[in-house]
């Protein structure tokens, strides 16, 4: 009783996100149940039992305990009835690697089949599908293995173009204990280092000392090559409960990364001193300002970093900003000669640009980093970084966003930053474009009307 009346309350939240976490309740109250059950010498249910054989799992919904219990050798795919792309169920099994299509509704439940196609990819499913089907999929499975083999082995070359413009590909990397995994998927630095974690994940503020030890074991892990650090970006969906922050009606527009670090000194210099202390150690660091808007807030924290530098006699290091209010895209050109480097962060550029939340699942539809207003933005940033002589990069989702490589090597970027499991895939498609053809392409998807418009010339070019 206890816990259904609790995945009720939550199953009743206006926020598809908090609603879905239902399932994760009742799945921890069933769990618990069975635990007490045994406990008194009664048999728990066992679970149902795969076949031998490699089978699609087809059912109403599965809690995440059973899917991250599901055999990878034994289960082939996943359906299900409900749940949605949210659900710790979908999200365990994209960590498994699992093909799966979530929330096909009931009517799935009424058709009976022997035999089924799952295409985690474009999210569909045929049943009883034709010889010719199968066989068609069986090829296709062929040539997508054959692919990732091939990403394998190439992982560990330098990102070039096919006609040898060099970009950097680096990981978005949190934590010195996950650099090793990202070395190892051909990451050539990390290009975003979110430091929010240290925060997010304790209950207290941590010290200076634990956040230099922090960046110190970065750099280590990293032997050498580029860490970009960002200052915390506290605000918007990132509360912290022990800052006591106020509450805000708005906060993806309120007191959010720079503009809270300019009025919390207490927050600014301990990090700043951390980040130097590490730099006086080992080479490779560059830090960057996140939700940066204005001139003056540039020069202000500019001013912070030359203050703290010059108290411990750190050396200089590589001051930039991340380019995600669309008023820094637009003033990029001014904003480029007080800069050392931009970094293009699409999630919240995309979000700013067409006044959609990023986290609004009711609205997903909407929020496209592939609409002509967000690449015209994207280019003038990487247009003005060029011609003030400075490195541009790109540390949000879309770097990873397979189908987006061609624009994003025709907008010249000098690094592109994702997370490490798409290391490999971006890598390869790289090698396979041209840099010159993709800033013809670009300049006609700059030109078009929408997203759509923006996809079907993708189509054009194959990576
Ligand atoms: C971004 O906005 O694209 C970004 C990389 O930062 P975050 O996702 O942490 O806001
Ligand atoms: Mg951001």
Redesign the pocket.
Known sequence: HAVETLADELASIDNQLLAARAADMRDVGRRVLSALREEEGEESPSPAGTPDSPVVIVAEDLSPSDTAGLDRERVAGLVTALGGPTSHTAIIARTLGLPAVVALGRDLLDKPASTAIVDGDTGRVWLDPTEEDLSAARERMRTLREREEAERAARMEPGKTADGRIIAVAA?VNRPSQVAEAIDMGCEGVG?M?T?FLFLERDTTPTEDEQYEIYRAMLSALGGRPLIVRAL?IG?DKRVPHLNLPHEENPFLGVRGVRLLLRRPELLYPQVRALYRAAREGNGLSVMF?MVGTLEEIRRFRAVCEEVRASLDAPRIPLGI?V?VPAAALLAEEYAPEVDFFS??????TQYTLAVDRGNTKISVLYDGLHPAVLRLMKMTCDAGRKAGIDVGI???MGGQLEATPLLVGMGFNEISISGKMLPAVKYSISRLNAKACRELLDKAIAANDADAVRKLLQEIKH
């Open positions: 978005n975003l979110r929010e970006d918007g996140p991340m995600e293009i962060g699409t999630n919240d550029l540390c949000g989702e």
